[in-house]
């Protein structure tokens, strides 16, 4: 059974920081394009962040370029998400998908085979 499961959410001050962690189970996500993506509540979900599965590159959001840093622990098998400078409007449920896609579809959430469970970051004083 293929399952993906995000870690590390929580609750933090604005500016502050979080490592989010996507570990999967039933498949091995360094043959994944892995990708973030968050929802707010009443919106829908919205594309973060990316690796692809072959030579490595990552894709961001303009609205969290220089902020987030994606990453792949080859050591764990995980994939992470690195958020510095977090500001309200980062409070959203963050979910890992898991995909095959060609690059140009690398930001389309319909386009991940698999997801986690998805894990809530919430950025408040």
């Known amino acids: 059974q293929v399952q993906l499961v995000e870690s590390g959410g929580g609750l933090v001050q604005p500016g502050g920081s979080l490592r989010l962690s996507c570990a999967g189970s039933?498949?091995?996500?360094?043959?994944?394009?892995i990708g973030w993506f968050r929802q707010q509540l009443g919106k829908e979900r919205e594309f973060v962040a990316a690796?692809?599965?072959?030579?490595?590159?990552?894709h961001y959001a303009d609205s969290v370029k220089g902020r987030f840093t994606i990453s792949r622990d080859s050591t764990k098998g995980t994939v992470n998400l690195q958020m510095n400078s977090l500001s309200a409007e980062d409070t959203a449920v963050y979910y890992c998908?898991?995909?095959?896609?060609?690059?140009?579809?690398?930001?389309?959430?319909?386009?991940?085979?698999?997801w986690g469970q998805g894990t809530q970051v919430t950025v408040s004083s």
């Open positions: 690796i692809r599965r072959s030579g490595g590159t990552t």
């Open positions: 039933g498949l091995s996500l360094s043959t994944y394009n």
């Open positions: 998908g898991a995909g095959t896609q060609i690059l140009s579809a690398i930001r389309e959430s319909r386009m991940y085979h698999y």
